[in-house]
């Protein structure tokens, strides 16, 4: 307020209160500070006007403050546009900011003024400050004029390329506003959405995917790509744009993988056996079994990546988890939503209304997730009609006969809440529990019968139409509490009530035929004041009188039919009409009179009480269409499973894309600064050749001129390999090497990248095939020979292992230093035969400067250094398999940090299997393997025989390829096979090493070298 003080003095006004500053700007001396309250439109605002016409920037400045205020405070500030938008132009950075804010607000409205601005907006999209450009870009796209589409479209183009991820992030939004003002150019949209989806910032994600939902929802293949992406940077997005993200998902995965909820059903079928069953039965059971349904790695990765947002702050996410969970999770594991649900119902009322709307849905279907929570939905005092009527919902969906008894108490007590209409709500509620629970349907009718005795006409009336539904279920048994209704008609005045008495007693007059004509007279004398819908049931007990007792009510009928022959209301008119022509007999009457008594006394079907959210389950949860049960604009259904799932292959990522993100994003790099040179011209025919190359020749070829190029040369590194022992284990590194960073492409796991920003590898060198084959045979020949050497026992298995580290460290005094081509930054296998698993990027990374420094990290003769036993083993294990899951089998395991004996790439893991059953379990082994690509597994041996409380431990090998992706596979014995799957954490794929302090430092001085901008973009 400084700032308009400033103004006042400049004006010789005197000081006037704070509410009359905002409001009128120029008080005359004489005035009293509250005249301005009391002031003219016409001098609304001059102040203003006034500051932003003036020549410093700080009453600028205060004024477009005040301005904003006035906009956040809900006024209208259009009148201003013009004195405006004169200072967008400004060359203060805060003042320019502040317009675009203003601006950004009005420009719709004032599109012929923000018009004359336009180039100004386009300069400003060139500006140095990220803020600026993108509230250009903002502004740009507020306009809705037609004629400026062709620069709002090159705008967006330029932005999206943008190094800023928030000008990226600010593009994604233009692109729905243009789409909107002009659909023809969705085809050029749509590029940029495909270019934007590959951003690897969590801020431009959700914006985009907002985008794509908005542009082209239905183009499924644009996601391919970048699905595990989404996946695994899903935690660290916006919260608005985790709840888009996660709706599209929740399309694009049931397109693409096939149902997981028929295993269950299987297993349902399964775990019935009938007694007396053939044993071809059993075989088709056990068939069902074996073929049963195994999650797709890419589902999986989905349902554990959102699993932690069930924890967020934001109940929209919370909510988009659970409705994820819903239709994607196999049924067993969708019950863990239900506690974050549950906790929602802490939040204000809003939050509770859409929730507990969810939960009455999924409460229909599966019970058994919220029964857990009953007491939670327990209505309280406080709550308003709409929460109350939600909750008693859903108490009535989680009826059974285990809690009947405790919802009936808690019923009672609604039921004489001032809240007439919840009280209704209740006593509807009784009667579906009467309905559905058997056991208490005679202890509900009499709660009910009691309740007619109430002295408020609304809970009566709920009571009456209530006990007639339950009275069609059995009515033979209830003919005093029909005469007991019928007592009541003179006292209940509400409409709906006295029709169903009505509707009761003649429906059921032959067992009460005493009270049913005494009923008619007296309804006979007020017809006239009933409301219709009571007129009509009364001209219904005169036809089925007519028909069973015509003796006593032929004249009785005869007078209510003349009386509705002259009503008011065309509907009484005409059924008047009609039953005359059905029941009394003349010449006119056709052939329906003869069966007017079938048509009148047929036997009606009980009515069924269901729950009002039984058909909202074909919206997909959380959405505006399941909370107003109706098709909103915008939509867009979930599709069914597909029988088969399609190729999964369409979402792997190939190393040449990679390839060309980091050149792309490095040469904007290279662009700006050109004295800091990334790139040589060698290094970028290296990566073309290495993604184009078809021969081992061409790519030989062009390592000689790449060396000769750099001008670095190694005696040692260029040398050949002397033996074929040395050639063997180059070519296992280099095949090693290919497949991890085909692996660390189409994996795109979370822990991946991590090890992507700090593995650096030189291009592939080339080697011969035979090389290639006889480096598989040896392979396949020490796995063969590692197999039939673990038949052995424990002990032999120790004494080999000690052999087998001799014999590595034998062979690491052997080996010569590898080629320049080969030395990678951080990999151990030029240190020793056990390779450390790193995953490799591609070769464009690599700078002759860094090249030449790497070319140090060859061995002299006095480095040392080796794989050495671990420092702690860890005692903490892994649950396998439970012994409830196992029926009776239990499994567990750890890694015992040992180098595994079973091959040099494979994790050593221990797996304790006990017998906790009373019975002997045989032939305990390993069976369909469902390894991700690359993965190889070394089974234990199988178990012939586990005794009674007996436990014995295996050891078994898997190769993780440097990727923490689980090992599934089934344990099964002589009866039973039992899905489980092995997880490792990050460091258990990783070796101990020792060295001295001195190769230390030279190691840890190599790593110094790596340019910030590289580990940036790693």
């Known amino acids: 307020m400084s700032g308009s003080g400033l103004s006042y003095s400049e004006q010789g006004g005197e000081a006037a209160s704070e509410l009359a500053q905002e409001v009128v700007p120029t008080a005359t001396p004489s005035a009293p500070a509250a005249f301005g309250l009391f002031s003219s439109d016409t001098k ?30 809900g006024k209208n500030a259009s009148e201003l546009f013009p004195a405006v938008v004169k200072n967008v132009a400004s060359k203060n950075i805060e003042i320019k900011k502040l317009v675009y804010v203003y601006l950004m607000r009005y420009a719709e409205e004032q ?41 709002m479209m090159l705008a967006i183009k330029e932005a999206s390329s943008d190094l800023s991820p928030y000008v990226r992030k600010n593009a994604a939004h233009a692109i729905q506003k243009l789409y909107s003002l002009d659909p023809e150019q969705k085809e050029m949209l749509i590029e940029v959405i495909e270019k934007l989806l590959k951003d690897k910032s ?64 299987v297993m349902e079928e399964y775990s019935e056996n009938n007694f ?7 075989k088709e059971k056990d068939q069902k079994v074996k073929n049963t349904y195994t999650m797709d790695p890419d589902h999986r990765l989905l349902l554990r990546n959102t699993k932690p947002l069930l924890q967020s702050r934001n109940a929209a996410v919370v909510m988009a988890v659970a409705q994820l969970y819903w239709h994607l999770a196999p049924k067993s594991e969708a019950g863990i939503v239900s506690k974050s649900l549950v906790r929602l ?14 939960i009455a849905t999924m409460s229909i279907q599966r019970k058994g997730m919220f029964e857990p929570y009953l007491k939670s939905f327990y209505v309280r005092s406080t709550d308003p009609t709409m929460i109350k009527t939600l909750k008693l919902e859903i108490l009535t969906n989680l009826a059974n006969e285990a809690n009947i008894s405790t919802l009936l108490r808690e019923f009672q007590t609604y039921v004489k809440s ?194 009002p959210f039984k058909d909202r389950d074909h919206f997909q949860l959380g959405t505006l269409s399941h909370t107003l049960n109706s098709r909103a604009t915008g939509y867009l259904e979930l599709s069914d499973w597909p029988k088969v799932a399609p190729d999964p292959s369409v979402r792997n990522v190939d190393v040449a894309e990679l390839a060309k993100e980091w050149t792309g994003i490095l040469g904007k790099t290279k662009k700006e600064k050109p004295t800091e040179k990334f790139y040589s011209e060698s290094e970028e025919e290296e990566d073309e050749s290495s993604s184009t190359s078809a021969s081992e ?72 095939s035979s090389d290639t084959e006889s480096a598989s045979s040896e392979e396949n020949s020490s796995d063969s020979e590692a197999e039939s050497d673990s038949k ?19 062979t690491l005094q052997d080996r010569k230093a590898p080629n320049k081509q080969d030395v990678f930054l951080l990999d151990l296998d030029d240190f020793c035969p056990v390779t450390t698993p790193v995953a490799v990027p591609t070769a464009a990374v690599l700078s002759p400067s860094l090249t030449a420094d790497l070319e140090g990290l060859s061995l002299s003769s006095s480095s040392v250094i080796d794989v050495t036993a671990p420092v702690s083993v860890p005692t903490k294990t892994h649950e396998l398999l439970h012994r409830m899951s196992g029926k009776g089998l239990a499994a567990h395991y750890h890694f015992s940090r040992q180098p595994g004996i079973f091959g040099d790439r494979m994790v050593s893991v221990q797996v304790t299997v006990t017998n906790t059953t009373d019975q002997k379990i045989e032939n305990i082994h390993i069976k369909e393997k469902k390894l991700p690509p690359g993965m190889r597994m070394h089974e234990f041996n199988p178990i012939e025989c586990l005794e009674p409380a007996g436990s014995i431990t295996v050891s078994m090998g898997i190769d993780f390829c440097d990727s923490a992706q689980m090992a599934s596979f089934q344990l099964c014995t002589k009866d039973d096979h039992f899905n489980v799957n092995i997880q490792p954490p990050v460091g258990e794929l990783l070796l101990p090493v020792t060295m001295s302090e001195k190769d230390f430092k030279k190691e840890q001085a190599c790593l110094c070298f790596i340019p910030a901008q590289q580990t940036k973009g790693c």
């Open 345 to 358: 119902l802490h939040s204000n009322r809003e939050v509770q209304y859409i929730v507990l709307q969810n």
């Open 276 to 282: 007396y069953e053939s044993d071809e039965e059993q």
């Open 111 to 151: 599109q012929d003024l923000a018009l004359l601005s336009i180039s100004t907006f386009q300069r400003a999209l060139k500006d140095p400050n990220q803020l600026i450009r993108a509230s250009a870009l903002r502004v740009l796209s507020s306009i809705r004029v037609p004629i400026i589409v062709p620069i």
């Open 792 to 810: 052995s026992d424990s002990e032999s298995g120790k004494s080999r292992n000690a052999t087998s580290s001799k014999k590595e460290e034998k």
């Open 418 to 611: 001032q809240d007439k209409q919840f009280a209704a709500a209740t006593i509807q509620a009784i009667g579906r529990c009467a309905t559905n629970i058997t056991e208490v349907t005679d202890t509900c009718l009499n709660g009910l019968v009691c309740l007619l005795s109430n002295r408020d006409e609304i809970v009566v009336a709920e009571s009456v139409v209530v006990i007639k539904k339950l009275l069609q279920t059995q009515p033979a048994h209830h003919g005093e509490i029909i005469k007991h209704m019928a007592k009541l008609l003179d006292n209940i005045t509400v409409p709906v009530a006295r029709a169903s008495i009505l509707w009761l007693i003649g429906e059921y007059c032959e067992r009460v035929p005493k009270i049913a004509p005494d009923v008619l007279r007296k309804t006979a004398k007020t017809f006239t004041n009933e409301d219709d819908l009571v007129k009509l049931q009364i001209l219904n007990l005169g036809a089925k009188l007519y028909l069973t007792n015509s003796k006593q009510t032929k004249l009785l009928t005869q007078y209510v039919l003349n009386l509705g022959k002259y009503d008011q209301s065309y509907d009484i008119r005409d059924r008047t009409r009609f039953i005359r022509q059905l029941i009394v007999p003349n010449e006119k009457s056709g052939a329906l009179s003869k069966y007017a008594k079938k048509i009148f006394l047929a036997q009606k079907p009980a009515p069924l009480l269901e729950s």
């Open 44 to 73: 609304k605002n001059e102040d203003l006007k006034q500051m932003l016409e003036s020549s410093k920037d700080s009453a600028k400045l205060d004024a477009m403050k005040r301005i904003v205020g006035m906009i956040a405070k």
């Open 202 to 265: 969590t801020l431009v994600a959700g914006s985009v995917v907002m985008a794509f939902e908005e542009v082209c929802p239905d183009r499924i293949d644009l996601i391919h790509k970048n699905y595990r992406k989404l996946c695994n940077l899903l935690v660290d997005v916006e919260e608005w744009g985790q709840v888009v993200i996660i709706h599209m998902l929740t399309r694009y995965a049931r397109t693409q993988f096939v149902s997981p909820w028929k295993d269950d059903e």
């Open 697 to 768: 020749s061409d790519s030989g070829s062009e390592s000689e001129k790449e060396d000769k190029e750099e001008g670095s040369s190694d005696e040692s590194s260029g040398s050949s390999s002397s033996s074929e022992e040395s050639s063997d284990s180059e070519s296992d590194s280099k095949e090693s090497t290919a497949k991890k960073i085909s692996r660390a492409a189409a994996e795109s796991d979370s822990e991946d990248i991590k090890k992507k920003a700090k593995g650096i590898s030189g291009k592939r060198s080339p080697s011969n």
